[in-house]
């Protein structure tokens, strides 16, 4: 029985290898979106806030864990506790009632159905907790039965050599069905999605360029990051034939109500040097978003508010985003333009866009009239001109 236990405690650090490795190449953009749909904060009312909710300790728990998928190899590494948390947890109730040689089977495809569905965008990582923990109480509950009941009772079993010979093949149907799960589940398009904004995000502009689907382009949504990454390289206006073109829709996406079309916005609005439309869009993020909270989108209020001169409001997001363990450093650098103007003025980033600003009185809220206004009072903020020109080429196509 030794051997045996040996053999499939062997065998499952293999196969969490092996889902360590896979997951890593195949569901890096899926962690990178699910840390940015949560914000853990290191505050007394935060912990008190979140822990006085129903389940609010697996909420908690859930954002603490989460904040980690920042890290390259945070999400694949704490996907991977989880799943041998699970495999190992089911493993010691089917062993307590003489089935181990069936374990495998059902700890890892159950393990592996949790890891497809920690990819979907509308599953929360507090029933993956929940679910620990009741596998954790069950095994606690067979493991005092086995100790006081079980093992005097006389159980059926196969011959060592049938069990390991279960126990080993019970791997293949396992890996089999989550394979499959994964297949069916991990669907192209929102994985397409991830990749386009965990780039922006990242604000990675080649890796937008080059990805293959944006040489066809199948999509208004597509053609909008392509075009953000040509004007954030400073070629919308010379490279802009050059790719795809979706017509008008493929420079100014559609708001749906969707968390991720808000931002894309904002990113646009922000180039074009329409900081109130952009400061709209990255507010509406935040408040369209499950948690009302989304890093990026505190940063870009940050940053808008000090360009309109609301001191008050951006230190408030600054303090948020201190607080946590990943975002406090990138806040903490906004600190020295609080009460200081003439730094936001000399800013090569804010500087510009606070210029455009003052130059208007209020926005229409069209995007032609307002993209008009902007070229024609700062005729030198060249982003402006080149998605005026694109949207009156794509228009006349």
Request: net charge neutral; aromatic share 12%; glycine share 6%.
């Amino acid at each position: 029985m030794k051997k045996e236990n040996l053999l499939r405690i062997g065998l499952y650090l293999l196969v969490a290898l092996g889902v360590f490795l896979f997951v890593r190449v195949y569901c890096q953009y899926d962690y990178a979106y699910a840390e940015q749909m949560r914000l853990f904060r290191y505050s007394d009312v935060y912990d008190q806030v979140t822990l006085a909710a129903p389940g609010g300790i697996f909420t908690w728990l859930a954002d603490y864990l989460t904040q980690f998928y920042y890290l390259p190899l945070g999400g694949a590494m704490v996907n991977t506790v989880y799943f041998l948390l699970i495999v190992l947890l089911i493993d010691v109730a089917l062993s307590c009632l003489k089935l181990s040689y069936i374990a495998p089977f059902v700890g890892v495809s159950t393990g592996l159905v949790v890891l497809v569905k920690e990819t979907d965008v509308t599953y929360h990582t507090e029933s993956t907790l929940k679910l620990i923990l009741v596998l954790a109480v069950l095994a606690v509950i067979l493991l005092v039965m086995d100790w006081l009941f079980l093992r005097k009772k006389s159980w059926w079993m196969p011959k060592e050599k049938m069990r390991t010979w279960l126990m080993v093949v019970g791997f293949l149907p396992a890996l089999f069905i989550g394979f499959q799960f994964f297949k069916l589940n991990h669907f192209p398009q929102s994985t397409r999605l991830k990749v386009l904004e965990s780039m922006r995000w990242k604000q990675d502009w080649d890796g937008i360029l080059s990805l293959p689907y944006m040489q066809v382009c199948p999509a208004p949504l597509y053609a909008c990051y392509q075009n953000l990454a040509l004007a954030q390289k400073g070629l919308l206006g010379t490279k802009l034939n050059d790719y795809p073109q979706m017509g008008e829709e493929g420079l100014m996406a559609h708001n749906h109500g969707l968390q991720t079309e808000m931002m894309l916005l904002s990113d646009i609005y922000m180039m074009q040097g329409n900081v109130a439309e952009a400061q709209m869009h990255a507010f509406n993020s935040v408040i369209y978003s499950e948690r009302l909270a989304t890093p990026t989108s505190m940063l870009r209020l940050i940053e808008t508010n000090l360009i309109m001169g609301q001191d008050k409001v951006a230190e408030k997001y600054i303090a948020i985003l201190e607080e946590t363990k990943f975002y406090a450093e990138k806040a903490n650098i906004y600190r020295k333009f609080l009460g200081h103007p003439e730094l936001v003025q000399s800013d090569p980033y804010l500087g510009p866009l606070q210029k455009i600003t003052a130059s208007l009185q209020g926005i229409s809220g069209e995007t032609l009239v307002d993209l008009n206004m902007i070229v024609d009072r700062n005729p030198d903020y060249q982003p402006a001109k080149d998605y005026l020109n694109a949207m009156q080429t794509l228009t006349l196509k």
